[in-house]
C-alpha cells in the first residue's frame, strides 16, 4: 500500500513537471507580435509606407550632407545617406523647455517623435499607457552633439548638457513622458544594436517581464567624425553607396536613421484585436569572442546565431525563404555573411528553390544601430505585398562568392515571393563591428489579421529649428 502511494506521488510530480517543463518551452517559443511601428530614414522616409515605396521604386537614397549641419569648409564633404531637418523639434508636445530642447541630441528628440507615432499608428492612445508595464529597448551608439555645445554653455550648466547627451536617458526619457514601469534601457552593440534591443525586448515579453515593449533605435550624425574615421581607416564607400554584395562593393555607405517598433505577446495581441505587421516567430544573439580579429566577422559565429535563431523559432531552414542581409558593401563582410547563410540555410533547400538575398542599405545606406529595424520594416511589407524588393547595384554579384554551390540568389530584380503552403517566412541579420551578431525569423500574419486598422490619428508636431549654428543664444534657465 505504502508503495503503492509513493508511486502515484512519484507519478504526480512527474506529470506536474512535465507540464512546467511544457510551458517553459512554449513561453520560450510565444509568437511575438509587431503591431506597428514608424520610421525616419534618408531620401525623405517618414513611414514604413514611405520606405517601401522607396524600395519597390528602386530610389538610391544617398547624397551630400545638408547644409544646415554646418560640415562645410570642415574637410571632405562625405557622400552618405542623410535625415533632413533633425534639427526640427516640438518642445513643448513633450513638456519641454527652450534651454533643454536646445541642448537635447537630437537622437532623442527623433525617438520621443517616432515612438509617439508607432504607439498611434499601432491604435493606441500613449496616454493610455501611464503606469503601465510596458518595456523600452533602445538601441544608440553617438553622442557627438555633446561637442557642439562643449563651449557654448556655462559650466553651471554642463549638467544639463550632459543629460541631454546621456545613451541611457535616450530610453529612460521615453519611459518617464509615458509613465512607464516596465524594465528600460540602451544597449549599444554598434551596428547590431537594433536587433539585439529586439531581442531584449522579445525575451523580456515571454518572460513576463512587461506586457508591451517599445523597440528602438536611432542614428544621426552631429558632426563628421564617423565619416572621417571610417575614411582614415579605408573602410568607407567611395562614393557612399553600400553595394551590398555585389563585385563593385568597396566599403561601407554610412547613413543615419531611425525606428520604433511596437511588440506585444501573442495572446494579449489577439485579446486587443490590433493590426500586425509581422510575428517574430525566433531570435538570437551571440558574440564572435576570439575570432580572426576584433572588428572582423566570422563565419562560425554568424551560422550559430542563424541556427540558434531557427532554433528558437522551432523551423527547419528550407522553411525560410528570404533574408534580408546585414550586407555591409565590403568585399570581406559579405563574402563571409554569405558563406554563414550557405552553412546555415542549405539543409533540406531543393536545389531549384535557392535562399533570395537582398540588403535595403542598397538603397539608404548603412544607417548603423537601426538598421536592423530598416531591414525588419522591409521585409514584414514585402511579405505582405508577396514581392522581395531589387537590391540595387548589384547587377554584377560579388565575385568572391560561389552563389551556384552556396543555392542563394542575390535579388537583381524585383521577384515574386516563392508559393509555398503556409505563411511567408524570412530572416533578418544584423553584424556589429562590436562582434555582437543578432538574427530575426519574421512571419506572415494572417492576410485578415494584417488587415485590420485601428489607427489613433498622427500627432501634430509645430517645429522649431534647435541646432548649435542656429540657437547661440537660447535664455539662460529658459524652461
Keep these: ?193 537594433g536587433l539585439v534591443a529586439l531581442h531584449q525586448a522579445v525575451s523580456a515579453l515571454r518572460n513576463g517581464e512587461c506586457d508591451l515593449a517599445l523597440v528602438a533605435a536611432a542614428s544621426v550624425a552631429s558632426s563628421p567624425l564617423a565619416f572621417d574615421f571610417s575614411r582614415r581607416q579605408g573602410m568607407l564607400s567611395s562614393d557612399g553607396r553600400s553595394r551590398s554584395f555585389a563585385a563593385g562593393a568597396d566599403g561601407w555607405g554610412l547613413s543615419e536613421g531611425v525606428g520604433v517598433l511596437v511588440l506585444q505577446r501573442q495572446l494579449d495581441h489577439e485579446r486587443t484585436q490590433r493590426p500586425a505587421l509581422a510575428i517574430v516567430r525566433g531570435s538570437a544573439i551571440n558574440q564572435v569572442g576570439a575570432g580572426p580579429g576584433l572588428t572582423l566577422p566570422s563565419t562560425a559565429s554568424q551560422r550559430q546565431v542563424i541556427e540558434s535563431a531557427l532554433e528558437s523559432a522551432g523551423l527547419a531552414p528550407a522553411d525560410v525563404d528570404v533574408v534580408e542581409g546585414h550586407g555591409t558593401g565590403t568585399p570581406l563582410g559579405d563574402a563571409v555573411e554569405v558563406r554563414a547563410l550557405a552553412a546555415a540555410y542549405s539543409a533540406g533547400r531543393p536545389g531549384d528553390r535557392p535562399l533570395l538575398l537582398g540588403s535595403v542599405k ?77 538574427h530575426l525569423i519574421l512571419e506572415q500574419p494572417a492576410p485578415e489579421v494584417a488587415a485590420r486598422s485601428s489607427r489613433v490619428a498622427d500627432p501634430v508636431f509645430r517645429r522649431k529649428t534647435y541646432w548649435p549654428a542656429d540657437t547661440p543664444n537660447v535664455p539662460e534657465g529658459a524652461v
Excluded at 10 to 23: D, I
Excluded at 364 to 390: S, Y
Excluded at 395 to 409: G, K, M, T, V
Aim: charged content about 25%; overall charge negative; some cysteine.
Design 1 to 193: 500500500m505504502a508503495g503503492e502511494q509513493e508511486l502515484r506521488r512519484y507519478l504526480q510530480r512527474a506529470v506536474t513537471e512535465l507540464h512546467q517543463a511544457r510551458e517553459r518551452l512554449r513561453a520560450t517559443r510565444e509568437p511575438i507580435v509587431i503591431v506597428g511601428g514608424s520610421c525616419r530614414f534618408p531620401g525623405g522616409v517618414a513611414s514604413a509606407e514611405d520606405l517601401w515605396q522607396l524600395v519597390t521604386d528602386e530610389r538610391d537614397a544617398v547624397s551630400r550632407p545638408p547644409a544646415d549641419r554646418g560640415w562645410q569648409g570642415t574637410g571632405p564633404e562625405p557622400a552618405g545617406g542623410f535625415l533632413s531637418a533633425v534639427a526640427a523639434f516640438d518642445p513643448p508636445f513633450f513638456g519641454l523647455g527652450e534651454r533643454e530642447a536646445a541642448l537635447l541630441d537630437p537622437q532623442s528628440r527623433l525617438l520621443l517623435e517616432t515612438s509617439w507615432e508607432a504607439l498611434t499608428r499601432s491604435g493606441i492612445d500613449p496616454p493610455a499607457l501611464r503606469r503601465s508595464r510596458t518595456g523600452v529597448f533602445t538601441g544608440l551608439m553617438y553622442s557627438d552633439y555633446y561637442s557642439h555645445w562643449r563651449d557654448r554653455v556655462p559650466d553651471a550648466e554642463r549638467g544639463d548638457l550632459m543629460l541631454g547627451s546621456s545613451a541611457s536617458l535616450a530610453a529612460g526619457r521615453l519611459s518617464y513622458l509615458y509613465g512607464f514601469n516596465g524594465p528600460t534601457f540602451t544597449v549599444d552593440t554598434a551596428c547590431s544594436s
Design 362 to 438: 542598397s538603397n539608404i545606406g548603412h544607417t548603423q544601430a537601426p538598421g536592423g529595424i530598416a531591414g525588419i520594416l522591409k521585409t514584414a511589407l514585402a511579405m505582405r505585398h508577396g514581392v522581395v524588393p531589387r537590391s540595387l547595384h548589384a547587377e554584377r554579384p560579388s565575385e568572391q562568392i560561389d552563389w551556384q554551390a552556396a543555392n542563394i540568389r542575390l535579388v537583381d530584380a524585383a521577384t515574386d515571393w516563392p508559393e509555398r503552403e503556409g505563411p511567408r517566412r524570412a530572416g533578418v541579420s544584423s553584424f556589429g563591428i562590436s562582434g555582437t551578431n543578432a
